[in-house]
């Protein structure tokens, strides 16, 4: 079975900054996951060419089962707004995480996550940029329970805040969440936490070690997957651990093999 976790920066490449639907179907191809988690998904949105990524996704790995959940409805750095219920934003632009699975999913679980109470300064690079203040956004957790050759196995895709101390509250609230369904439960996702922190924080072993940002020259591990230590010995063994360069996004997806 193989685990993978990949932050899409909506699907645009870094080279030409464009976002073009079959270079984001081959490169989720080319991951051959089983279970695959994504962050900064977008639905419906103008820049991403109106597409649902998530679908674009389970078509590529040929999985049956996926799904979208939103955190916010808008476009982030433009204006947004929360989520009213889990079904608001149809028909709106939204963006959030997927999670898309080869496996039957038997059930779904959303928790949402608050978004920091203040402003907090971000480094943005390039002409005009440096220090801003930004407005945080909601977060979710989406989670399935699957039903595997192994067994059932609860997975989780998140992306946690960037604002410090806030992202660590998130993850302790997501293992909780995480904590009511079956195990062995596993959390994939951008945590913006560094591997020390996000095992510290969450007590759960991480299935795979290596820097996977910035993407050209990885030097920090901000994307995760982490195993809860309940029940772990009904996983199979980690036998290999990938980080390879994509053609979109800043980020390396995150790849673990079990078995």
């Known amino acids: 079975m193989r685990l993978a976790t990949f932050n899409l920066l909506h699907g645009r490449s870094l080279t030409d900054g464009l976002v073009d639907p079959a270079r984001l179907a081959a490169a989720v191809t080319a991951l051959d996951a089983d279970v695959l988690a994504l962050q900064e998904v977008d639905r419906d949105q103008s820049r991403s060419g109106n597409h649902d990524l998530t679908a674009i996704a389970a078509k590529a790995l040929g999985a049956t ?112 969440a995480l904590r009511t369904l079956p195990a062995p439960r596993i959390l994939l996702g951008d945590l913006n936490l560094p591997t020390w922190a996000a095992r510290l924080v969450s007590r759960w072993q991480p299935l795979g070690r290596r820097p996977t940002y910035p993407a050209g020259q990885p030097r920090v591990q901000l994307d995760h997957i982490l195993a809860d230590r309940q029940d772990l010995h009904r996983l199979p063994p980690v036998t290999a651990v990938q980080t390879p360069l994509a053609t979109i996004s800043d980020h390396r997806p995150l790849l673990v093999d079990l078995g």
């Open 65 to 176: 089962e996926h799904r979208f959940a939103a955190a916010v409805v808008g476009t982030p750095g433009e204006a947004f707004r929360p989520l009213r219920h889990d079904d608001d934003g149809h028909g709106e632009p939204c963006y959030g995480v997927g999670l898309v699975s080869r496996h039957r999913v038997t059930a779904w679980r959303i928790t949402r996550l608050s978004p920091a109470p203040l402003r907090s300064p971000v480094y943005v690079p390039g002409p005009g940029g440096g220090l801003i203040l930004l407005h945080d956004e909601p977060r979710v957790v989406l989670a399935a329970v699957l039903d595997t050759p192994h067994g059932s196995l609860t997975v989780a895709a998140t992306h946690l805040s960037f604002v410090p101390g806030w992202n660590i509250r998130q993850l302790r609230q997501a293992v909780r």
